[in-house]
Nanobody, 116 residues
């Protein structure tokens, strides 16, 4: 089994910053990609940012230029630096990992709340 442990969520004022971390452990064979999704109340879960094993990244249009995803391969950890936060960024953020191109794993989620 694979475990994903997230940290770094919290409450911040609009314009502020937060950094999320997600550490993966367990029976990991070959990580293809790690990323972050978010889900706001009454909305579907959506991709925020993703980074592949080759360090290719992609971002939701709504966060481009404000969020940066990075990865420490040695630690199996992915980070999401979130700057210039807006109230519409408020959501539960979930870490996601794809192993061996076929197995999906999710973290338990961490709440990010941005006050106006």
């Amino acid at each position: 089994q694979v475990q994903l442990v997230e940290s770094g969520g919290g409450l911040v004022q609009a314009g502020g910053s937060l950094r999320l971390s997600c550490a993966a452990s367990g029976s990991i064979f070959s990580i293809n990609a790690m990323g972050w999704y978010r889900q706001a109340p009454g909305k579907q879960r959506e991709l925020v940012a993703r980074i592949t094993s080759g360090s290719r990244t992609n971002y939701a249009d709504s966060v481009k230029g404000r969020f940066t995803i990075s990865r420490d391969n040695a630690k199996n950890t992915v980070y999401l630096q979130m700057n210039s936060l807006k109230p519409e960024d408020t959501a539960v953020y979930y870490c996601h990992l794809v192993d061996r191109g076929a197995f999906d794993y999710w973290g338990q989620g961490t709440q990010v709340t941005v006050s106006s």
